[in-house]
């Protein structure tokens, strides 16, 4: 039995969650693509680039290597997330990072993989895809306590301003932009605690095992 799990969606989604929890439910393993894109934008940042050069971007992105993202707390800050939206609409990164993340898709007996194109570009053949989402200001908020939690200080407002710029960046890139695939669900966090919304997306998961004979 195969079963690849897709879970697209923005920033603060809780997509992340519920993709570790799927993952840890299934015995699959997971992979928070989002990282390779943070690990790829710190690594242009440390070695002193520009994140508007698409050269040294594709660069970092072709030299990455386990070590790279072993460093979470490096990678989780609001830098390295603005980094990784900025690197990803680089067509290079993008393919540099494309067999990595297909390789570990087809894994034997499948895998769960959260971001923002695989249920359309790096796995359209998953058998249950999800596209996780909530309204602006309750992702805004989420990630506040989380930041605010950690001792790190940002206004709401700068929060949600920097929510919006990365929606707009992600959804209107000309590569792989963010986009529900037409096969994926739809699960609306924004009245859902995690509990809610976990139990949601193993509903949407146990319909399309249904559906697949899985
Ligand atoms: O999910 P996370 O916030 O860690 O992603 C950081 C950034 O990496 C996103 O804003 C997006 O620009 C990029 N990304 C992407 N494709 C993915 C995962 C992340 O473009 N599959």
Do not use: C, N
């Amino acid at each position: 039995m195969t079963l690849i799990i897709a879970v697209d969606g923005p920033a603060a989604s809780g997509k992340g969650t519920i993709a570790a929890r799927l993952a840890q439910t299934y015995g699959l393993p997971h992979l928070d693509t989002g990282l390779l894109y943070r690990a790829v934008g710190m690594k242009v940042l440390e070695a002193g680039g520009s994140l508007d050069d698409e050269a040294s971007a594709t660069q970092a992105a072709r030299g990455l290597d386990p070590a790279d993202l072993s460093d979470d707390a490096r990678l989780t800050t609001g830098e390295a997330g603005e980094a990784a939206s900025r690197v990803a609409g680089f067509v290079g990164v993008r393919a540099a990072l494309l067999e990595l993340q297909q390789a570990f898709a087809a894994q034997a007996g499948g895998a769960v993989l959260d971001g923002r194109d695989i249920g359309t570009v790096i796995a359209p053949e998953a058998q249950a895809k999800l596209f996780v989402t909530a309204a602006p200001e309750v992702r805004a908020t989420r990630r506040w306590k989380q930041l605010t939690a950690r001792g790190i200080e940002i206004s709401f407002a700068d929060m949600l301003a920097d929510i919006q710029r990365r929606d707009d960046r992600d959804a209107g890139r000309g590569s792989a932009p963010m986009v529900q695939a037409e096969d994926a669900v739809l699960l609306d966090t924004t009245d859902m605690g995690i509990e809610a919304a976990f139990d949601a997306a193993r509903r949407i998961v146990e319909a399309a095992r249904a559906k697949h004979d899985l």
